[in-house]
């Protein structure tokens, strides 16, 4: 509703501003009681109960698909973690001061590097190469970055990001030294922990976007064309400023600012708790990436990028992109995607190692295992379950389709690698829609309009769309008819081959009224010969798969097969032999009296009275018409069944007659069939040929005095059912209804005697209505 969205953009203002609640505490000049004023302030802000929490969980009033596990780990952990308001932050940032030295000499100087004689504990402040180190809690220390810039400290801002990233440079290649010896037993488990106990991305500090801005901020062109108003906003422009204080002096703010935000957004993290905090994480990632993008990739660049990347591939269970990750860690989808993108035209098998790497999504896998074993490092671990409280799942799942798209158009015309990305797009992609749109999305690129299409990617097309047949079969999927369609369509462009084996293989792919009334129908239709330009033994090929795929769904489900399998074997005598004993064999059991009519007029417009006949006496078999059906949709079907028999003659009239008796209940059905049956002489109709008598049938003799008997006996039943619960306003209609009976009660030779004691009757039963007795005085005496 308008007020949860409302509510949604208020709480988001607010984190925005508790974090800028972090830089003014943070002011390196505030004074003491200009702080503990703040403290004061920022407490009692946080003890109301309206004050929003940091991971935006409100109350629980989110649907918990997870409440139903048994003793879940987060929710317990849940508990007992204490209460984070969106100014938690900003009050633990007021016990944060400036007056290390070390701290004081990494932001005062360009070239503050360890000296020749340490001191005890002065070896873990510098890296191997002298340069200092800040070893702070990432985001508090991105959190004084900002506060230094914000403040007007530009300078002493980007010296202590210069020291934070030599830090995650450091603190990169120890865990990958760890990673080498625990490589073998954590490949063996095929499950790790992560030591991330909150990720950077997403994190409400913010502290990769944050370093990313710093850095690149002195490498920015001013370009007075920027602020032209006219059309979009120009990406902003950047040069390579190097590093104060580097020892080789290779090294540029650029450089660094890439690096950091690969390694930040590498980094193998838990999903967070609830609806805000994950789709955080979701927004900081596309905003980094845009950024990313905004960087025109020179050698340099292109050479950090490929040796960041090279390294989150081998770091192990400390990257999102290692070997075996967590159950649920946040996946790489759309970080993948800017990579695949950014590497392929340098290193086209690195850019397909590292895309092909992130396209897992394990928190989907069933075959997960029960629990993660812990690190040697203090870890998480979470209790896996199949359907994970994961508020964005569609959105990661819509980006590991786009990243999947992206590698299949890459690799047009590559056989090799497309098969690579076809396994993994069947390993790891589990939605079907998903799936059937990477299908269309290879066929609309396979078969350009302009030029011949490309069979890699073609093949690569319907091999995914035989894969959604066969996840759909047997789930529901309110496409389901349009993914049949379109895989008849891509098949056809692949050729006969193809639609040869889908014909074969069709209990695999479709259900029997599938494969009969779309997949053969479509396949042996004029348009897809045309389109196909096959010649004779091409087509006798196609069509007697398609004949064989007939016969074998009008076995397995006649109900919805049988009037299609014999459409379809039309052209072949024996074939259509089989279907029709097919249908013949399962009319007493399986069929309808509808299905069988339905089949019943195929056969006559086929030019098969006689079998027609045989199947329309079947379905009367079937039916069961009461007295007051006189709108059932079975009517015009029997109508036709007696005029079908009439027109074969008195023997065909004779033997559907009893069937009309048995089935057929309601008196003015039965009088309009005895009408049309006096009409004209059975057998004029008939067949060529036949030899007919041209008299018309007596109704005091057999077959028409049993239909007349039924019919007045109708009449007399229906008459008294009327009469139980009539009202006056029916009165008019029961008078005509009267009128017709005695119509066909004169039909009898004594049927005037017959209808005089009806209606004496009637008086004498029914003398308590006294007004409608009166009507019928008035017309019948």
Request: with cysteine; glycine share 6%; proline share 5%.
């Amino acid at each position: 509703c308008i007020y949860c969205i409302i509510y949604e953009y208020i709480v988001l203002y607010i984190h925005i501003f508790c974090a800028l609640w972090v830089c003014v505490v943070l002011n390196p000049h505030c004074k003491s009681e200009e702080k503990s004023g703040w403290l004061k302030q920022l407490k009692k802000w946080g003890d109301l109960d309206i004050c929003p929490l940091e991971d935006g969980n409100y109350g629980g009033e989110l649907p918990n698909i997870t409440n139903a596990l048994p003793q879940s780990n987060l929710a317990q952990d849940s508990l007992s973690r204490p209460r984070r308001t969106v100014f938690s932050r900003a009050v633990e940032a007021c016990d944060l001061h400036w007056q290390d030295s070390h701290l004081q000499r990494i932001i005062s100087s360009d070239h503050y590097m360890s000296p020749s004689y340490q001191r005890e504990g002065e070896s873990l402040l510098f890296n191997p190469q002298g340069l200092p180190l800040w070893l702070d809690h990432v985001p508090t220390a991105c959190a004084r970055v900002d506060a230094l810039r914000s403040h007007g400290y530009s300078r002493e801002a980007l010296r202590l990001a210069v020291a934070i990233i030599n830090t995650l440079r450091l603190q990169q290649q120890r865990q990958m030294d760890i990673y080498k010896h625990q490589k073998k037993e954590l490949l063996q488990r095929g499950v790790t922990s992560t030591t991330n106990l909150e990720g950077w991305v997403g994190h409400p500090l913010d502290p990769i976007g944050c370093l990313f801005i710093t850095l690149t901020e002195t490498c920015r062109v001013d370009d007075d064309n920027s602020m032209d108003t006219g059309g979009d906003p120009r990406p902003p422009i950047y040069h390579h400023v190097p590093v104060w204080g580097s020892p080789d002096g290779g090294e540029s703010y650029l450089t660094l600012a890439l690096e950091v935000a690969l390694m930040g957004m590498g980094q193998q993290r838990i999903m967070p708790e609830g609806l805000y905090a994950q789709d955080k994480v979701c927004r900081n990632e596309e905003q980094i990436v845009a950024k990313l993008q905004e960087l025109e990739l020179d050698d340099f660049l292109v050479q950090t990028l490929r040796k960041q990347a090279v390294q989150l591939l081998d770091a192990g269970p400390f990257s999102g992109l290692g070997e075996v990750i967590h159950r649920e860690s946040v996946p790489m989808h759309t970080f993948a995607k800017y990579l695949f993108s950014a590497l392929l035209p340098h290193d086209a098998d690195l850019a397909y190692k590292v895309a092909l790497r992130a396209m897992r999504l394990p928190v989907l896998e069933s075959s997960a295992a029960s629990g993660d074993v812990g690190h040697s490092h203090h870890g998480i671990s979470i209790v896996p379950s199949r359907y994970p409280r994961w508020f964005t799942l569609g959105h990661l799942e819509s980006q590991q389709c786009e990243l999947a798209s992206t590698m299949l158009t890459a690799a047009k015309g590559d056989m090799l690698r497309l098969r690579t990305v076809l396994e993994a797009i069947q390993k790891n992609i589990h939605s079907s829609s998903l799936i059937f749109k990477l299908a269309q999305d290879a066929f609309k690129i396979a078969t350009p309009a302009d030029s011949p299409p490309d069979m890699t990617l073609l093949n690569v097309a319907l091999e995914l769309g035989l894969q959604v047949m066969r996840m759909t079969l047997s789930t529901l999927n309110w496409r389901r008819r349009e993914m049949v369609r379109w895989l008849v369509t891509c098949a056809t462009e692949v050729g006969l081959r193809a639609l040869v084996s889908i014909l074969q293989s069709w209990y695999t792919l479709f259900t029997p009224t599938e494969a009969t009334s779309i997949v053969a129908a479509t396949v042996m239709s004029h348009n897809t010969i045309l389109r196909l330009s096959l010649d004779y033994p091409q087509r006798e090929e196609l069509a007697s798969c398609a004949r064989t795929l007939a016969l074998q769904c009008a076995m397995k489900d006649p109900q919805n097969c049988a009037l299609s399998a014999l459409t379809l074997c039309e052209k072949d005598h024996i074939a259509f032999e089989t279907a029709y004993q097919i249908v013949i064999d399962a009319a007493s059991t399986g069929m309808t009296y509808s299905q069988l009519f339905t089949i019943a007029r195929y056969m006559e417009h086929r030019g098969y009275p006689l079998r027609s006949f045989k199947l329309a006496s079947l379905a009367m078999t079937h039916l069961n018409l009461a007295y007051n059906q006189d709108t059932h949709p079975a009517i015009n079907d029997v109508l036709w069944a007696c005029a079908l028999s009439h027109s074969l003659g008195k023997n065909e009239l004779a033997a559907i007659i009893p069937l009309v008796v048995k089935s057929v209940h309601c008196a003015t059905v039965l009088s309009d069939i005895l009408r049309r049956c006096t009409m004209t002489a059975p057998g004029l109709a008939g067949i060529p040929g036949r030899r007919n008598s041209g008299k018309l049938m007596s109704t005091d003799k057999a077959p028409l005095r049993q239909l007349l008997d039924a019919t007045i006996s109708a009449y007399i039943n229906t008459t008294h059912s009327r009469l139980t619960h009539i009202s006056p306003r029916h009165y008019g209609e029961f008078i005509e209804f009267l009128s017709k009976a005695r119509v066909t009660f004169l039909l009898a030779q004594d049927g005037h005697i017959q209808f005089d004691q009806f209606i004496d009757n009637l008086k004498q039963i029914y003398k308590g209505k006294k007004k409608l007795m009166m009507l019928v005085r008035e017309r019948f005496g």
